[in-house]
């Protein structure tokens, strides 16, 4: 296992990757619920650890009963429940005095690839098959949920995912990390 928690580079807002994630449905003619942003950004979250060997985002995914959540972008999408979301999310700009709505640097090409690669495997499943996916027996989310099945929220390490999403990597891409 290589130490993911020391990492070098802070990862992106979550809001930051739920809105590329959001701009990218809507550039398909698509919508999203909360409960798939969710699952998305925990994939995208998950390769990229295991690629880039550093944290996506720079928050902790948590163990909720329908999967992995990232609490900020539950809270910002909460109002929706299972409709389609149709704003996008903010944060305070301290500099500016006001909300803006984050987005990717467009100069951050390994994001915008990965962001891509993510859309293109995942997009085709519903929410309730992601949720099903990330529910596998040996998955993060399960892992956490077997260790601790009297608790709610709990956080699901970075180690954890790092360990099981590198697991599924090509050899060779193991090799070059």
Same mark, same amino acid.
């Given at each position: 296992?290589?130490?993911?928690?020391?990492?070098?580079?802070?990862?992106?807002?979550?809001?930051?990757?739920?809105?590329?994630?959001?701009?990218?449905?809507?550039?398909?003619? @698509?919508?999203?619920?909360?409960?798939? =942003?969710?699952?998305? +950004?925990?994939?995208?979250?998950?390769? &990229?650890? /295991?690629? !880039?060997?550093?944290p996506?985002?720079?928050?902790?995914?948590?163990?909720?009963?329908?999967?992995?959540?990232?609490?900020?972008?539950?809270?910002?999408?909460?109002?929706?429940g299972?409709?389609?979301i149709?704003?996008?999310?903010?944060?305070?700009?301290?500099?500016?005095?006001?909300?803006?709505?984050?987005?990717?640097?467009? @100069?951050?090409?390994?994001?915008?690839? =990965?962001?891509?690669? +993510?859309?293109n495997?995942?997009?085709? &499943?519903? /929410?309730? !098959?992601?949720?099903?996916?990330?529910h596998?027996?040996?998955?993060?989310?399960?892992?956490?949920?077997?260790?601790?099945?009297?608790f709610?929220?709990?956080?699901?390490?970075?180690?954890?995912?790092?360990?099981?999403f590198?697991?599924?990597?090509?050899?060779?891409?193991?090799?070059?990390?």
């Amino acid at each position: 296992m290589k130490i993911v928690t020391r990492r070098v580079i802070m990862g992106y807002p979550a809001k930051v990757i739920a809105n590329a994630f959001l701009d990218k449905a809507e550039q398909a003619g @698509t919508t999203l619920t909360p409960m798939k =942003l969710q699952k998305l +950004i925990y994939y995208a979250h998950g390769w &990229y650890l /295991a690629i !880039k060997n550093q944290p996506l985002i720079d928050e902790y995914i948590e163990a909720w009963d329908y999967g992995p959540v990232v609490s900020s972008v539950y809270s910002e999408f909460r109002n929706f429940g299972a409709a389609p979301i149709y704003s996008r999310a903010t944060l305070w700009d301290q500099q500016q005095q006001n909300y803006v709505v984050p987005k990717p640097k467009q @100069t951050d090409c390994d994001l915008h690839s =990965l962001i891509d690669a +993510i859309w293109n495997s995942y997009s085709q &499943y519903d /929410a309730l !098959k992601l949720s099903e996916m990330t529910h596998l027996e040996g998955a993060p989310w399960h892992t956490v949920k077997k260790k601790y099945p009297d608790f709610r929220n709990v956080q699901i390490p970075n180690e954890v995912i790092f360990d099981y999403f590198s697991a599924m990597l090509p050899k060779e891409e193991v090799a070059n990390s």
